[in-house]
Nanobody
């Protein structure tokens, strides 16, 4: 199984980025997917999650109304659209796959597979 994130980078505060996570080696539409992030010196935290069909989604309070998770099962890809970025959004962002896909989980230890992460840096 491989999860490969892309789309990270350096952006000014108020800007936007779209992260992508391409999955292979698994039956993607059987998995719930999540986006997590980890800033230096902080614990990994959930950002957003989505069920296997996309009908149920979650966004953390800190990003609600700014970040949107979506998925394209035909492309085996999950996305995180990030708008109105803030310096406090700076972190390594990881996507993860949970085989119990009918509903999302917000707990990192529920996820079975992880990507290598992509850096997002928001300058003030």
């Amino acid at each position: 199984v491989q999860l490969v994130e892309s789309g990270g980078g350096l952006v000014q505060a108020g800007g936007s980025l779209r992260l992508s996570c391409a999955a292979s080696g698994l039956t993607f539409n059987n998995y719930a997917m999540g986006w997590f992030r980890q800033a230096p010196g902080k614990e990994r935290e959930v950002v957003a999650a989505i069920s296997w069909g996309g009908g149920n989604t979650y966004a953390a309070d800190s990003v609600k109304s700014r970040f949107t998770i979506s998925r394209d099962n035909a492309k085996n890809t999950v996305y995180l659209q990030m708008t109105s970025l803030k310096p406090e959004d700076t972190a390594v962002y990881y996507c993860a796959a949970d085989r119990r896909g009918s509903y999302y989980s917000t707990q990192a230890d529920s996820y079975d597979y992880w990507g290598q992460g992509t850096q997002v840096t928001v300058s003030s």
